[in-house]
């Protein structure tokens, strides 16, 4: 019986924009994605059974059909036309859940790689990807990694050039905020503050970081309540005033990140330690 272990990479937004509700009720979305170096860890297994059976090290996620995880694999079998097989998966986690960081969607496009790479090692990662759209919207994100414009519901990605070499500082506040409520909240034609995509891709293409921070921008941040605007301003400006060029809420939040150059280790350690004075879930990351 073969065994694989794979990284699942956290997925962060540079920038989020709304642009109109569709008929579907979803929404469309114009944002550009980053894989950083935070990362779940995925074991896949085979077994002699027919089934698939999901095990983690956080008890409160799902262990079967609700779990991304295993709807990827299910999912796989069935567009590849393959016959069931029967595997254990199994699921290390370190990407906090509900912090807009896709860690669900991550451990299932990691569970994708390893079934491509077992049962159809020929299928280009396109395909894989239009697999993962069918189980949830960052998958096929979090299939090709990198840095990616990324369209319609997500599922639309186009390549970018890299973030510049760069540290990454990740805060999670200690409450969660509900994607479908926060979306809810929004009204389309009320946003005023939309990110410059145009500038931000000029800025990945010419290596600028600095002209990088100074687009981030997240449309959710304006749907915020008074109270949760205050703690993700407040983490913010920790992290501005240690340094940081730049710092936003990533997806429907609430984890908020900043950015330093490569080379300015120190503020954001002593950021770290400032925020971790608060907070429970602090961690460095880079560019994957």
Known sequence: MRTETRKAYAKL???LDILRRRPDGYHDLRMVMQAVSLHDTVTVTETAGPDIAVTCDQGDLPAGPGNIAWKAADRFFRDMDL?????????EKHIPAQAGMAGGSADGAA?????????APDLPDAKLASIGAAVGSDVPFCVLGGTALAEGRGEILTPLPS???CTILICKPDFGLSTPALFGRVRVEELKDRPDHAALTAALAAGDLSAVARNLKN???EVLTAEERREIAAIEKTMLDFGALGAVMTGSGPTVFGLWLSGE???AAAAAERL???YSQVFPAEPV
Do not use: H
Not at 83 to 91: K, S, T, Y
Not at 111 to 119: A, G, K
């Open 13 to 15: 937004n540079l920038t």
């Open 83 to 91: 016959p069931p097989r029967g595997l254990d998966i199994a699921l």
């Open 111 to 119: 569970v994708l790689r390893i079934l491509r790479d077992w049962y």
């Open 163 to 165: 973030l510049p070499e």
């Open 219 to 221: 449309v959710f941040e």
């Open 265 to 267: 280790t120190k503020g």
């Open 276 to 278: 971790r004075s608060r």
